[in-house]
């Protein structure tokens, strides 16, 4: 790989002019990428608002770090702010602030510009994510055919989603051994984003779908292999690779057009779905943020769309 070229998400990227000039501003652009940031999906975001923001200072005609000052960095955002939305600013102006951060600390730069410059107010009060209601879940899961491996595979998919909360991205990561008896119980071992483990017992019916899963595919001595794996040709033989994200959103899309859902779902939607059901169940915010492995509570609160049905409910009183 050239001295210009970086790996970003396992690609080469070039590097932008305005980190050339000198060796250590672009050795610590491309070891920002490569060692400090770990989430691919974040480097990616990242490294997207670092070349942007190099292009458009090059066509300002600011070609040097040092004369980059928060003036520059606050008409930058304007511009952002005409063509994207409140939060695409928001991660454009993280990715820039921490890549200034990390070129302050390398003694590259004397200052950041971009610590003082405040993005666009963004208030959220309910997540945008659609959610399913119970008795659409159900059908969704009952409408898949389960006499062959990846129909099994499928449903103990998306009831992994629905019954622990779990992210897509966890999902796809786990091993056969990350399905364990402990108890009497069986548990689910999550490998969360930031490298956190989060382990969960599992309710019934996820625990019957997921060793009728193993137990179809002959799964159960290969503790090491994927969990979920793709499948090929159309006997629908599984493959010895794992699915991956946009696999899982195919097949939930296919499975909920058979099921004639039709709300746009997508993969995060049983996280939703769930988190949902549990709170109009009885269940407690705090014990749904633990479940969910978020930071705040406040992060929970916004996949609980209990109030959504309370607003259908106050519509329909509206009798012409």
């Not at 994207?84 to 730069?109: T, Y």
């Not at 099994?152 to 990350?178: H, K, N, P, S």
């Not at 492995?293 to 049905?309: I, K, M, V």
């Amino acid at each position: 790989m050239s001295a210009d070229m970086t790996l970003v998400g396992g690609a080469s990227v070039a590097l932008p002019a305005l980190f050339r000039p000198t060796a250590d501003a672009g050795k610590r652009f491309v070891e920002f990428f490569t060692a400090n940031i770990r989430n691919a999906n974040t480097r990616k975001a990242y490294a997207r608002a670092a070349t942007e923001f190099a292009t458009w200072c090059e066509h300002v005609g600011l070609n040097e770090l040092a004369d980059i000052e928060p003036v520059h960095v606050a008409a930058y955002v304007e511009t952002l702010r005409k063509r994207l939305s409140a939060p695409s600013v928001k991660l454009h102006l993280a990715g820039i602030r921490m890549l200034f951060d990390w070129l302050v600390v390398g003694q590259v730069i004397a200052v950041n510009p971009a610590s003082a410059v405040r993005g666009p107010k963004h208030v959220v009060k309910k997540g945008k994510t659609p959610v399913l209601g119970a008795d659409e879940a159900r059908a969704l899961l009952d409408s898949i055919d389960i006499s062959t491996p990846v129909g099994l595979r499928d449903r103990a998919l998306i009831g992994l989603m629905v019954y622990t909360f779990a992210r897509v991205g966890a999902a796809v990561q786990m091993r056969v051994e990350d399905v364990y008896v402990q108890g009497r119980r069986s548990w689910v071992r999550l490998h969360e984003k930031g490298g956190k483990r989060h382990e969960m017992p599992c309710h019934h019916n996820l625990e019957a779908y997921l060793h009728a899963y193993i137990e179809q595919a002959g799964l159960g001595e290969a503790e090491k292999s994927p969990l979920f794996r793709t499948a090929a040709g159309r006997a629908g033989q599984l493959t010895d690779r794992p699915m991956t994200q946009p696999d899982v959103y195919r097949m939930i899309r296919r499975h909920a057009e058979a099921a004639g859902i039709k709300t746009k779902i997508g993969c995060h939607t049983f996280r939703a779905t769930g988190i949902t059901e549990y709170l109009r169940n009885g269940g407690k915010l705090e014990v749904a943020q633990q479940m969910a492995n978020h930071e705040s509570a406040r992060t929970t609160g916004l996949y609980d769309r209990r109030d959504d049905a309370v607003s259908l409910d106050e519509v329909e009183r509206i009798v012409i």
